[in-house]
């Protein structure tokens, strides 16, 4: 398998859990396969392009698919086709369950666990970029938490708020609570586009990201 490097396409072997990174569409958007590694269960985050790359890259077996946020170009390009050929559970933030075609089975809130297999992904609201806006984080007991952040946050600072100051200021308050608040340095986080990062290459700039107001 590749090494994980940061850079789509990469795979991270756990000691329970697989993630696997590619990059698809015209928007370079990340999507992430994860394996629990004891059961073989998948679950995908973002079916976001290139349904055909990701079919190939599930092996047409998925127990789930987790939208983020209800953006068209992460769904709209694939989530479709990847539920019809794999039959898997569709999740998404219940503020942006109307904003997306394909039904929704599960409806997340803050708090939420989605299982796969032996895995817990809990499930953190981030409101602002979208209503509905989700993180996914797995604790990796063994190891460093992983983080799942969609479009809420990337290196360098939080998702666009389109400048809706309040959007942005619900966004940024929910990120510095629910994620910078409690979780660690050693925190990586997996974005929605681009590269990775961790919590704490990216906390000394908290205050600049409230001051620029973005």
Known sequence: MDEYTG??????????????????????NNCYLLRCRSTGEQV?????????????????????????????????RALPQVVEATGARTYAGEPDVA????PTDVALTHGDII???????????????????VALLYDDLAGNPHLFTGDSLFPGGVGN?????????????????????????????????GRDTTLGAERPALPEWRSRGW
């Open 99 to 102: 904003g997306i075609d394909v």
């Open 7 to 28: 850079v789509a396409p990469g795979v991270r072997e756990l000691d329970g859990l697989t993630i696997s990174k590619v990059s698809v569409g015209r928007g370079d």
């Open 44 to 76: 995908l985050i973002d079916a976001a392009a290139e349904p055909l790359t990701l079919l190939e890259l599930c092996d047409h077996q998925l127990a789930g698919v987790v939208t983020t946020h209800r953006h068209w170009d992460h769904w709209q």
């Open 161 to 193: 708020t389109f400048g809706d100051a309040e959007a942005f200021s619900s966004l940024l308050g929910d990120v510095e609570i629910r994620i910078f608040g409690v979780l660690p340095d050693e925190t990586w986080v997996y974005p929605g586009h």
């Open 115 to 133: 299982r796969c297999g032996e895995a817990k992904l809990r499930v953190i609201r981030l409101t602002g970029h979208t209503p509905g806006g």
